[in-house]
């Protein structure tokens, strides 16, 4: 059901408002977008999308306008109900009451005179969020020229022109503007990538216990899934309970909750009672906190370099093996029946071997004897040398080449796709020493020259054909996820892959977000002993591309169940739910939490936590100690020079950005 969809909003005359918001995009992640700043931050939202069907789902009858609307339709009334159930964070009421609905236009570019029509010279910001790099780049340097305060959100997914990029147009805002606050100069463009943000969580779902880490300032945040203490057992709260799990996690019929899930939805940030009366639900907690070590490159599988064993094969090292080892035996023979000395026997011996000695004549008989056995092992180093030089050569010939699965792997993690989401999560479970193998139909795929360049075992062809999966050893893997671009593909390889092997851990990258609860409840049903994750990138990138629309940074994003949970990290200053109030006064169930303090000194901050601090590489070097602390008192008073690490919901976050914005006066 799709829900109430109300019509579409026809305002071609009338001008946005100043202080609107501005979504330009192509696929899902800009309707998502478009959904989270409406529907959780209570923004005014002018929606640019490109005429026509969306090119990800063609099969979809519906139009890019028809689909938000749609999307619009089923939030709305996800909202009412919300809203008449009284289950509103902090008593507030409706956040969106007198927000007119999101403004939709259709444009095939998003050039000056449709940028000019959305309003862009009175935005408060603007998304660019197009699949294509270069249309982003070429709207940002337009944008930044008519309007040159702002707030600029970019997708990219090229990391190093990011950084050039956003060095470029925060020069081009300083240099119109003399004089700008380096603290909004800081928020005025920020580059982001779906593929990036979206990537850790995707492959925590490969990985035993579901742990997700989020990084800030050179410590790592490890949050675990934790099953329900059996009878007489006290679950572990860890450092602290960040999310209960849904009542119907153990259900194999049941389904991963949502935010129009009732009281069987997961619960964000409960509170001690909340945790003490949930008995068999399992948990969120946040398990450890360890320092990070610096950027390094994913690993290969077959180690740096050419090792031997990938050289030459084992039959031909068994080969040489046996040949040194009658090398031996002859000089120990020879040390035995003559009195030459060790190193005039060995000198002998490999003359003999080679061909290179004169015969024995009048030698003792056990010399001459000797030398003959020499000369018939010498016979077989000439094979030997020539399979070595063949092998070699061949090695030579193919390192360039696709590895194949070895025969004996186990244990490893079969990956579908390698777009852009695969590509970043096969760096991702490299960079964790977990093995891949990857299933690709085109050769010439994003990801193929990264897994080349790691060995990355990998299988050419297409995974809805017989015997692709099992050329990936499936009947051995621990995990897959299909991660393509097409549902059904994905579909189809976990049913398969379920048939082979019934207890398989299974993650869908899927679209839809109702086909993804159906399917789900079906796996479920079919396989109760085997987890089941259905992921959606736009449902986990959305509210970090909405955060940096608000002009603030976000550490990470956790996915429980079919929620989010944001880490952000905020100034004290200007929210009045933080300031003067104790770390414990501050908690609000379901809403936010505090779980460190910056206490570095606010002129030698960095502005960005979620990067290593800088220092020396060198193996002596010792990185500096971070200021975060984390063993908080809850009587601990919180000032307005303090800077928070906090966990939050998407509502709970939405409504400190609006305290604050509603508290300091927009500039």
């Given at each position: ?173 300083a240099v119109a503007m003399p004089g700008i606050d380096p603290a909004l100069l800081d928020a005025s463009t920020t580059v982001l990538s779906d593929a990036d943000t979206a990537a850790p969580a995707l492959a925590a779902t490969a990985l035993t216990g579901s742990s997700k880490i989020i990084q800030a300032e050179g410590l790592l945040l490890r949050a675990a899934e934790r099953p329900p203490p059996r009878p007489g057992e006290t679950a572990d709260p860890g450092l602290c309970t960040l999310a209960l799990l849904s009542s119907t996690t153990n259900d194999p019929a049941g389904a991963e909750g949502s935010d129009s899930s009732g009281d069987e939805a997961p619960q ?400």
């Amino acid at each position: 059901m799709l829900g109430f969809v109300p019509p579409l909003p026809q305002q071609p005359g009338r001008p946005p408002s100043a202080g609107h918001m501005i979504v330009c995009g192509d696929d899902a992640l800009a309707r998502r977008l478009a959904v989270e700043l409406r529907y959780v931050y209570g923004e005014r939202v002018t929606l640019l999308l490109p005429p026509g069907r969306d090119a990800n789902s063609p099969e979809t009858p519906l139009t890019q306008r028809g689909r938000a609307a749609a999307l619009f339709g089923r939030m709305s009334a996800a909202m009412n109900r919300a809203g008449n159930g009284g289950g509103t964070t902090g008593g507030s009421g409706d956040t969106n009451a007198g927000v007119e609905a999101v403004r939709i236009m259709e444009a095939p570019e998003p050039s000056d005179d449709v940028l000019e029509e959305a309003g862009v010279d009175r935005a408060a910001a603007l998304a660019l969020v197009y699949d294509d790099d270069e249309r982003n780049i070429r709207a940002a340097l337009t944008a930044r020229r008519l309007n040159p305060r702002l707030r600029l959100v970019i997708r990219l997914y090229n990391r190093k022109l990011g950084q050039h990029l956003e060095e470029l147009l925060d020069q081009a805002a300083a240099v119109a503007m003399p004089g700008i606050d380096p603290a909004l100069l800081d928020a005025s463009t920020t580059v982001l990538s779906d593929a990036d943000t979206a990537a850790p969580a995707l492959a925590a779902t490969a990985l035993t216990g579901s742990s997700k880490i989020i990084q800030a300032e050179g410590l790592l945040l490890r949050a675990a899934e934790r099953p329900p203490p059996r009878p007489g057992e006290t679950a572990d709260p860890g450092l602290c309970t960040l999310a209960l799990l849904s009542s119907t996690t153990n259900d194999p019929a049941g389904a991963e909750g949502s935010d129009s899930s009732g009281d069987e939805a997961p619960q964000l940030l409960p509170d001690e009672s909340a945790v003490a009366a949930a008995t068999g639900r399992g948990t969120v907690v946040l398990e450890a906190v360890s320092r990070a070590d610096p950027d390094r490159p994913a690993t290969r599988m077959g180690g740096r370099g050419a090792p031997l064993a990938q050289v030459f094969s084992r039959r031909l090292r068994w080969s040489a093996l046996g040949v040194a080892a009658a090398a031996l035996a002859l000089v120990i023979a020879s040390l035995l029946t003559t009195e030459d000395t060790a190193i005039h026997s060995t000198y002998l011996t490999l003359l003999d071997l080679l061909g290179m000695n004169d015969p024995a004549e009048g030698a003792p008989p056990a010399r001459q004897i000797i030398q003959i056995l020499s000369g018939i092992a010498g016979l077989l180093l000439l094979p030997l040398l020539l399979a070595a030089v063949l092998e070699a050569f061949g090695t030579l010939r193919t390192a360039s080449s696709l590895r194949r699965p070895p025969r004996g792997l186990s244990g490893h993690v079969v990956l579908l796709g390698l777009g852009k989401i695969g590509t970043r999560v096969l760096v991702r479970l490299r960079e964790l020493d977990i093995p891949v193998v990857v299933v690709e139909e085109d050769p010439d795929a994003r990801g193929i020259p990264l897994a080349r360049s790691m060995h990355v075992p990998t299988v050419i062809g297409d995974v809805t054909q017989e015997g692709v999966l099992e050329a990936a050893k499936i009947r051995r893997a621990r995990a897959l996820l299909a991660l393509t671009s097409i549902d059904t593909t994905n579909l189809e390889a976990a049913l398969y892959a379920r048939s082979v092997k019934p207890d398989l851990r299974v993650a869908l990258r899927l679209y839809d977000d109702e086909f993804a609860t159906a399917v789900y409840r079906t796996l479920r049903t079919a396989h109760p002993g085997a987890l089941t994750r259905s992921r959606s990138v736009s449902h986990l990138a959305a509210p970090s591309f909405a955060v940096a629309m608000m002009g603030r940074q976000i550490l990470g994003a956790v996915p429980v169940e079919r929620k989010v949970m944001l880490f952000a990290a905020l100034e004290v200053a200007g929210h009045p739910q933080l300031e003067g109030r104790t770390v414990e006064q501050a908690f609000r169930a379901g809403a936010w939490r505090v779980l460190a303090i910056d206490a570095t000194p606010p002129a030698d901050r960095t502005p960005d936590l979620a990067a290593l601090p800088p220092y020396s590489p060198d193996d002596d070097a010792v990185p500096p100690p971070s200021g975060l602390v984390w063993d908080l008192h809850p009587g601990y008073v919180l000032r307005a020079t303090d800077r928070v690490v906090i966990a939050a919901t998407r509502r709970g976050l939405a409504e400190l950005l609006r305290r604050q914005r509603s508290v300091v006066p927009r500039q």
